[in-house]
């Protein structure tokens, strides 16, 4: 049984795909995931790049890898890893006994004693009752630990997700802690969104998701406010200067709790849609967007969440408000980016006219790429993206339909897969933007 201080994962809980596993596997990931969590820091160096050892063993697992590639994704991924810190026994007191922990939060070096005190906190009450108390209560602690959840490239949410969908109450410990330890610099921005659209002057409601995209493509303000030379391009860019335009922006993202099914939908495909649309910029070979691409890759935490009966559905709206929101900033953040469904439409795989029937059918080539999970994780949104729309297919909101999401991972495999082999860029950072491509080959004609 799975415990706040031992991971055990089921043959019979494969996660959100569902496939049939077997228990060499299911042994396999757990002893990696036991020896990541226990050896290992959250950030791998001073700059708070993330241990992704977590997300990539259990999508590797989720997808059908043999132990064979577990063990090799792990080897390939320890060695530059931190070594974990002790946690401090008199913080983790203090930090049980007091309301204030303003003294350490958003500081790397506290990973560990906030690790220890959330594995504490879900030994004597449970999980799911650690989750109502510290990240779901709408008071100041609530709203200030769901901003960091939010920080760091949807880090610690997506370390969440994987606590989530596979009951491990330790990695839940570790996704807690990751957002204590992150800055709360989205905040402000959650916090006037959230007052801009319950004001009596609130812009009016989205009609779709994409439509917000669609309008900020002839938003010249919104369109120009990031800069290729800005140092951080959401905070010196976008917040800097369109930041009233941007509030209202995302004050007409309002989700009704009648309405959490097809919305949560309707924000998985239109993620998935926005990384597979903006990764052509011809004549350069097509390359996922980084940032994009993690606002794809933390979209099954939504399908975790929405599955949880005991989450009251006015959190799981306020949630999904959030990471909409989210996601336009980071869109403009990133230049913008031409959302190219034609090119999509009409890309020609190197499988040539010896295609797989279904996207689930390149896993095995996909778990062939070497590189920190991102790869493998991104295959598996899109397939479940994929999944999530296929009920409201008739929508006006659908950009992507058909044969087209095949196409979608046979981008990824094939452009990660030639970088992989090559030592070549497998992602393009900040695509909106002509220098961001500059070290991405043309692509062949």
Do not use: C
Not at 4 to 22: A, D, R, T
Not at 40 to 69: R, S
Not at 150 to 159: C, E, R, S, T
Not at 238 to 245: C, F
């Amino acid at each position: 049984m799975a415990t706040p201080f031992k991971i055990k994962v089921e043959p019979q809980n494969s996660g959100l795909l569902g496939l049939k596993l077997g228990e060499n596997e299911a042994s396999k990931v757990t002893d990696l995931l036991q020896k990541d969590l226990e050896d290992h820091h959250v950030f791998f160096n001073e700059a708070g790049f993330h241990d992704h050892l977590v997300h990539q063993a259990l999508t590797l697992y989720g997808t059908g890898a043999t132990p064979n590639i577990l063990d090799k994704a792990y080897d390939a991924n320890k060695s530059y890893q931190l070594k974990a810190m002790k946690p401090k026994s008199e913080v983790v007191d203090k930090l049980e006994h007091g309301s204030d922990w303003s003294d350490y939060l958003g500081k790397g070096r506290n990973y560990a004693t906030f690790f220890r005190f959330f594995q504490d906190e879900i030994e004597r009450i449970g999980w799911q009752e650690t989750l109502k108390e510290y990240l779901f209560k709408d008071d100041a602690r609530g709203r200030d630990m769901r901003s960091r959840l939010f920080a760091g490239v949807l880090h610690p949410l997506i370390q969440l997700l994987y606590g989530m969908e596979w009951s491990q109450p330790m990695i839940i410990a570790a996704g807690l802690a990751q957002a204590a330890v992150h800055r709360d610099d989205y905040h402000e921005f959650f916090t006037l969104a959230a007052k801009k659209a319950e004001a009596s002057d609130a812009p009016p409601k989205m009609k779709t998701i994409i439509g917000l995209y669609e309008e900020v493509a002839k938003h010249e303000k919104l369109k120009q406010s990031s800069h290729w030379e800005d140092s951080n391009r959401v905070f010196d860019g976008v917040l800097a200067r369109a930041k009233e335009e941007m509030i209202d922006l995302a004050a007409r993202v309002r989700i009704g709790e009648d309405e959490l099914d097809e919305r949560t939908a309707e924000m998985v495909h239109t993620s998935a849609f926005v990384a597979a649309g903006a990764a052509f910029h011809p004549p350069y070979s097509p390359r996922f967007d980084f940032i994009l691409m993690h606002h794809i890759n933390s979209t099954p935490f939504f399908i975790t969440f929405n599955n949880q009966s005991w989450i009251p559905a006015s959190v799981k709206a306020r949630f999904l408000e959030y990471k909409i929101r989210i996601d336009l900033l980071q869109y403009i953040a990133r230049g913008t980016p031409a959302l190219r469904s034609d090119l999509l439409r009409e890309y020609k795989p190197q499988d040539g006219d010896k295609l797989v029937d279904k996207p689930e059918d390149l896993f095995p080539r996909i778990h062939e790429i070497v590189d920190d999970g991102h790869t493998v994780k991104l295959a598996r949104a899109l397939m479940l993206a994929q999944r999530i729309t296929k009920p409201y297919e008739d929508k006006e909101w659908v950009r992507i339909k058909g044969d087209e999401w095949l196409k979608a991972v046979y981008v990824l495999l094939d452009v990660n897969g030639e970088a992989d082999k090559q030592g070549g860029t497998m992602w393009v950072r900040s695509a909106g933007f002509e220098e961001a491509w500059e070290e991405i080959p043309k692509a062949k004609m």
